[in-house]
């Protein structure tokens, strides 16, 4: 299958390490931890910009950080980096910390193989490399050769590979880079048989796949905005085109679009074969229409298989004349269904893989004229094979409780594999034998890193309703319930996406130091399906909150730690989640950690993606959703309280979530903050919402994190002592 498109409107990076040292017990006696002094800078209040909202009167003082091209805005930015550098500058082991997190990440890191033209392409990390490097071989067991090297398309490291397709007869490799961690697309070929750059070049791409097919390939592009709105302007009229190699972007073909609704988008695929054009459009994160034409006939047109944009529709691929589909319609779990394109009407619809009650359908692929099927049980990825008439084969056992990362093959080949990872081990990649089903590990990672000193656990803890939430801890074997662990307990809650067990080197010190992490599984993702997810969204948002807060409560009352010890964390949704949170109970954390959040539930929708995020979080403009957002909204409801010692993250390129969301929020937190916790705002350069980037940034972003964390827990670290 040629995928439609790769669109994640809110983005998520869930870093997880568990380490091998840590028999050191950590001891804050007799240590003299000096409080670092902060001044914050001065933010201008310009009391006078008010928006009325169905009667009521809301001031918006900050509004002037919106501009981020302001020279204001940039000196603001400045002054807060200034401080913030300062203040992290003082923790006397970030040095260490930085220093072990490089040993750790410098370790192979291996990608799933897939099959392209009849050979073997794979992408690998070195390990400190800040772009990993895509590599040929002709089969399995001959040399391998650089294809392409991020690491060369800038001098820092900041320009990323984004998405990549080969044309059927593996001659030409379309890809797309990114800069600066932008959403922003530019899309370039390269013919691998000669080596060398074409002319093609295809600029302002966003939220879209490239789906190859005869001697050109779809893609998804937006407007050029207005010079100076590139990061922030609305993204509208998204349309579907066609490049034919060879010829100027300006020649290419417009395919499909729907100039009538300004906040509909549409992105384009093609099935294995190339015999079926497929485009899927969205107006926000869930639910979407579904168009398809059968380019194997002359002028043929588009069929309409979904016109409604309230249910997904997802192409597998083909299985002949009939398209394979995954969708949650009348199926809250998802199911495999065969849609005709010559007889599309609902009543027509086969049910190929009916829904399970219990476990959530995520995905298929079609290899060796079988089945794939990824599962959700309980938040824990499972495989399961069926024949192409949907008869059940068998359960394919994996290693433990983890998670599975896709199924790479070919509808006529023997041969697939898939990536799996766990709280406590690295993403490995296993070769899947599709006649025998068995599966053997294909490559693994080599690191310092026992996993048999530590557990994890799956506990079910009560919402404040009454809800049963599961959550999972990870911990060494031998931790003591005494409530002064340090733990990080981490959250989304959002948009359907499921958080299940991942590893990474950044929770290794956390772990080498007696700490525990945690992952709520909180309503609004989706891990129990689709009534899982609505039960979080719109005006019942509040059970998001709920579900974490009470994780919390869950984790104090069982001496697993206690406030002071318990960090929270989330990105993008999951920094509206920690916003919200602390803002309800600031008594219930020690420090926060909202990075590239949703802050301002007033006016999110008025920047770049934002108004596709309507469907999960409501709109101010609407009479009955704006007293939802209202009561929860981050930035409207901080008061003059004692806050947790908070450290908001964002950067200077995030056109998905825009950083004034957090400008504005640091510059409220520090006028109302009340007592000695710090509250900072880290502004990355050069990076935008998390995808693609360097190692080199993750790893310092990391360091400054637990440095931050483990300084206000007033915990000695095995590293080296506080002096004072």
């Not at 390490?17 to 950590?26: M, R």
């Not at 009543?347 to 990824?374: F, H, M, R, Y």
């Not at 023997?414 to 025998?436: G, T």
């Not at 662990?485 to 959250?491: D, K, Q, R």
Request: charged residues 25%; proline residues 5%.
């Amino acid at each position: 299958m040629k995928p439609i498109l790769s669109y994640c409107l809110l983005g998520l990076l869930i870093t997880f390490y568990a380490c091998n040292s840590g028999s050191q017990k950590l001891n804050t006696q007799n240590m003299n931890f000096k409080q670092i002094p902060v001044t914050y800078p001065l933010s201008f209040k310009d009391t006078a910009v008010m928006d009325d909202y169905f009667g009521e009167k809301i001031r918006d003082p900050y509004r002037w950080l919106e501009d981020d091209q302001s020279e204001e805005t940039k000196e603001w930015v400045t002054r807060q980096n200034i401080v913030t550098n300062g203040y992290l500058s003082q923790i006397p082991f970030r040095e260490s910390i930085k220093k072990r997190l490089e040993e750790i990440y410098d370790y192979e890191k291996f990608g799933t193989p897939f099959k392209e033209g009849g050979k073997y392409y794979y992408f690998k990390n070195d390990g400190l490399q800040n772009q990993s490097v895509l590599y040929v071989q002709e089969n399995l067991n001959s040399q391998s050769q650089v294809v392409l090297d991020p690491n060369k398309f800038s001098e820092d490291g900041t320009t990323s590979l984004g998405e990549l397709a080969f044309s059927k007869d593996g001659r030409y490799l379309a890809y797309s880079t990114s800069v600066g961690g932008s959403d922003w697309r530019s899309i370039v070929v390269k013919d691998l048989q000669s080596g060398n750059m074409l002319e093609d070049r295809i600029d302002w791409v966003k939220f879209s796949g490239i789906s190859w097919q005869g001697t050109g390939f779809y893609y998804t592009r937006f407007p050029e905005p207005q010079k100076g709105d590139e990061l922030k302007a609305a993204n509208k009229f998204g349309a579907v085109y066609y490049h034919k190699l060879g010829t100027a972007q300006t020649e290419d073909k417009l395919v499909y679009a729907d100039k009538s609704n300004p906040d509909r988008s549409f992105g384009g695929g093609t099935t294995d074969d190339e015999r079926f054009l497929y485009v899927a459009g969205w107006e926000s994160t869930s639910g979407n229409a579904l168009f398809v034409k059968d380019l194997s006939k002359d002028a043929s047109d588009f069929v309409s298989i979904v016109t409604t944009y309230e249910k997904d529709f997802g192409v597998v691929d083909n299985i002949g004349d009939k398209l394979l589909v995954i969708t949650n319609n009348n199926a809250p779990n998802q199911r495999l269904i065969l849609i005709n394109p010559e007889k599309p009407e609902e009543s027509n619809w086969e049910t190929l893989i009916p829904e399970d009650p219990n476990d959530v359908l995520q995905g298929a692929a079609i290899c060796g004229g079988k089945i794939v099927c990824n599962y959700l049980h309980n938040a824990s990825g499972s495989l399961r094979a069926f024949d192409l008439d949907g008869k059940f084969i068998k359960e394919i056992k994996l290693p433990e409780i983890g998670s599975v990362g896709g199924v790479s093959g070919k509808p006529n080949e023997d041969q697939a594999f898939f990536s799996f990872s766990s709280f406590l081990r690295p993403n490995s990649i296993y070769s899947l034998d599709m006649k025998s089903l068995k599966i053997n590990i294909f490559k693994a990672p080599k690191l310092d890193f026992n996993p048999d000193l530590f557990t994890t656990e799956q506990v079910w803890y009560e919402s404040k309703d009454g809800t049963k939430v599961p959550m999972f801890i990870t911990r060494k074997k031998n931790i003591a319930y005494d409530g002064q662990n340090p733990t990080l307990l981490y959250g989304y809650g959002g948009f359907n996406i499921s958080l299940t067990p991942t590893f990474s080197p950044t929770r290794a010190i956390l772990l080498e130091n007696n700490g525990i992490y945690c992952v709520a599984n909180i309503r609004g993702g989706g891990e129990f399906g689709e009534k899982w997810h609505l039960a979080g969204t719109k005006c019942q948002k509040q059970n998001v909150f709920n579900d974490f807060i009470a994780a919390a409560e869950y984790l104090v009352a069982k001496k697993y730690t206690s406030p002071g010890r318990l960090a929270i964390q989330g990105g993008s949704n999951g920094g509206l989640l920690i916003g919200a949170c602390m803002t309800q109970r600031p008594d219930l954390f020690g420090v926060c950690f909202p990075a590239v959040g949703v802050l301002d539930m007033l006016r999110y929708h008025q920047f770049t993606i934002g108004y596709a995020w309507a469907t999960d979080y409501g709109r101010s403009d609407n009479a009955e959703e704006f007293p939802c957002l209202l009561k929860y909204s981050p930035l409207h409801n901080v008061k003059d309280v004692a806050y947790p010692a908070t450290m908001i993250t964002t950067a200077d390129h995030d056109d998905r979530v825009v950083p004034a969301h957090s400008f504005k929020y640091a510059a409220t937190l520090q006028e109302h903050q009340q007592g000695d916790n710090p509250v900072l705002i880290r502004i990355e350069t050069s990076a935008g919402h998390g995808a693609g980037k360097p190692t080199t940034k993750i790893i310092e972003e990391a360091s400054d994190f637990l440095s931050f964390m483990f300084f206000n827990m007033k915990l000695q670290t095995i590293y080296g002592d506080i002096k004072g």
